[in-house]
């Protein structure tokens, strides 16, 4: 599995709906509220033979209310 960390900017006042949202989709190791220039992180673990990009795509990037995401993809330090 390739762990996989999102961080989602959302429109003004959707924080919550969009927390809501991806919890519904269980796609997520864990979610957080953050501070800064992004409103929430995700933990995600693609499954081994996925693309990163399209199982993103199709399972987070969709939902309303987001308007910015940062994904930073996680490799082996030794």
């Known amino acids: 599995m390739q762990c996989v960390f999102v961080q989602i900017q959302c429109k003004p006042g ?3 709906d969009v927390a809501t949202e991806i919890a519904l989709k ?3 190791s864990e979610l957080y509220s953050t501070s800064g220039h992004y409103d929430l992180m995700l933990k995600v673990y693609i499954p081994d033979g996925e ?3 399209r199982f993103l795509n199709e399972g987070l990037f969709g939902i309303a209310g987001i308007e910015r995401t940062l994904t930073t993809m996680t490799f082996n330090a030794f």
Request: charged share 20%; net charge negative; hydrophobic share 35%.
């Open 14 to 16: 959707t924080v919550y």
């Open 51 to 53: 693309d990163v990009g």
């Open 26 to 28: 269980e796609i997520h």
